[in-house]
């Protein structure tokens, strides 16, 4: 079974610029998450999805992040001006969203705003 | 407020030892607790789910223990490897759609 793919891994950009991330989640799993991990921090949610639809998007600074899961299926995380403090792992996980289901999380892409 | 605390922050071990994490929680309503582990620069991997009705479980040298009155879980390592050199992070799920509160995860390091 594919796991979890994220791509790029590694991003170096300048503040101000913009960067896009990809996640395609195990096929078949309905709920799909984008955590910001910063440095010797435990992930932080930046937005669920439950199937197409957004089930919680509380954290997501929306002024400059976007994300999006067209067709249920794979999904795009945006910076848009990117900051220094968005420096940090950007981890998609899925699950199949049954109680007590596994989650399986993508191995991450770690930016770099310079 | 739900919260999830480990400790210690990092630990430092010699090869062989044997070592325990903690985390304590205070999510409500339980329903399960999780523990990963996360190489560096990898994203986390799976190693126990442990659910209200269940005290411990094991994985290889990993036994999770959880007691749901006191809100506490540890996971032990037995006879330790330079592989086990990882961070381990408790998570427990709130609410029906699994969302999941993070601890901020322990940092072992294990040392030749």
């Known amino acids: 079974e594919a796991g979890v793919a994220q791509s790029p891994r590694y991003k170096i950009i300048e503040k101000r610029q913009s960067v896009a991330f990809w996640c395609n989640p195990i096929s078949g799993h309905a709920t799909l998450y984008w955590y910001q991990q910063i440095l010797g921090q435990g992930p932080k949610l930046l937005i669920q999805f439950q199937n197409n639809g957004v089930v919680d998007d509380s954290q997501l600074p929306k002024d400059r992040f976007s994300a999006e899961r067209l067709k249920g299926v794979d999904s795009t995380l945006k910076i848009q001006p990117a900051k220094l403090e968005d420096s940090a792992v950007y981890l998609c996980?899925?699950?199949?969203?049954?109680?007590?289901?596994?989650?399986?999380f993508g191995e991450g892409s770690r930016l770099t705003v310079l | 407020k739900n919260q999830v605390e480990q400790s210690p922050q990092s630990l430092i071990i010699l090869e062989g030892k044997n070592c325990t994490l903690q985390c304590n929680y205070t999510v409500s309503p339980f329903s399960n607790l999780r523990w990963y582990k996360q190489d560096t620069g990898r994203g986390p991997v799976s190693l126990t789910i442990?659910?209200?009705?269940?005290n411990t479980k094991s994985n290889g040298r990993y036994t999770a223990t959880l007691d749901a009155d006191t809100k506490q879980s540890s996971l032990h390592i037995t006879a330790s490897q330079l592989s086990d050199s990882a961070s381990y992070i408790c998570v427990v799920p709130l609410g029906g759609f699994q969302k999941l509160v993070f601890g901020t995860g322990t940092r072992l390091l294990v040392s030749p």
């Open positions: 442990m659910t209200f009705s269940e």
């Open positions: 996980a899925s699950t199949a969203s049954r109680v007590g289901g596994e989650l399986f």
